[in-house]
């Protein structure tokens, strides 16, 4: 078992509502230009779960699996509930007919309209049709600040404790041996340069051209990748050597430069981290559902 300081990791709660479902003022073009609508951003998306393909949905643009949602209050507050939730925190249904229900943290997105942000939430099928736009979700966030003592020059993000210790991470030397559904080359990965705290947003595998579109159409909602020659420590960017594990978190976009999102979970620049090809690398997986811890 890798060590970490979860036991120093404080646990406090942050509070957000379901968002409404999303579409441009206008069609989107593909490079055939044929138009899509692009549905299955943000909202609730019944049929689209974890584990469950990035490809095929008739329309679909960016689709969020399950239920998409957003802090509320001022922008310190949605601060706190996009960067502060983790991958694997369970989540609570507050008020309405399903007041009461568990979920779980499965992906987090970013580069919306409005310089909005989701946090995607994985239900029971019995929950999701009982939740309504709107509905306020209050998660338990558990694992900021999480580090892997041992190994101080890989930076843990969006993680939480549960998840890290259900990857199956196996340590070999000086390395740590992480499956992943897939290993992508940085000449894949397109928006998310830039980009800063690592822990809000995403990168995206570019799903445009029919050569990358032909390398990731096997991904599904929830699988682990490892973006290669990635950094995500403290900001985002190429850098040769350095690699990023991430989830698939949304899913295929036919506008240049976006695609497939990947929420960074680790990342490391001097050769700790080496990728184990694993097709059971997925969340439905690696993390129990159910119950509230």
Avoid at 76 to 101: P, T, Y
């Amino acid at each position: 078992m890798v060590k970490t300081n979860k036991e120093k990791l404080l646990k406090v709660a942050v509070i957000g509502e379901i968002t409404h479902s999303a579409v441009g003022p206008s069609y989107l073009t593909k490079w055939d230009q044929t138009p899509v609508l692009g549905l299955g951003r943000g909202g609730i998306v019944y049929n689209v779960r974890v584990g469950d393909p990035c490809f095929g949905w008739v329309q679909g643009e960016k689709v969020e699996p399950g239920v998409s949602a957003d802090g509320i209050g001022n922008d310190r507050e949605k601060g706190a509930f996009r960067n502060l939730s983790c991958i694997g925190n369970r989540v609570k249904v507050l008020k309405e007919e399903a007041k009461g229900d568990w979920g779980t943290v499965v992906g987090k997105v970013g580069y919306l309209p409005g310089r909005n942000h989701h946090v995607v939430i994985d239900f029971e099928e019995e929950t999701l049709a009982k939740l309504a736009i709107g509905d306020k979700v209050q998660i338990k966030v558990y694992g900021a600040g999480l580090e892997m003592t041992d190994y101080p020059g890989v930076r843990v993000m969006s993680c939480s404790p549960r998840l890290l210790e259900g990857i199956g991470i196996e340590e070999k030397g000086r390395k740590l041996v992480i499956p992943v559904a897939k290993v992508v080359p940085a000449e894949y990965v397109g928006q998310g340069a830039g980009g800063s705290p690592p822990e809000a947003s995403n990168w995206d595998i570019q799903t445009q051209s029919p050569d990358a579109v032909e390398y990731v159409k096997s991904l599904r909602f929830g699988d682990l990748v490892v973006l290669e020659d990635i950094l995500s420590a403290w900001g985002r960017g190429y850098y040769e050597g350095a690699v990023t594990v991430g989830v698939v978190s949304c899913g295929p976009s036919c506008s240049l430069g976006q695609g497939i999102g990947v929420t960074s979970l680790l990342t490391g620049k001097e050769g700790e981290i080496e990728a184990k090809i694993d097709s059971e690398a997925n969340l439905k997986n690696l993390i129990e559902q159910g119950g509230s811890e």
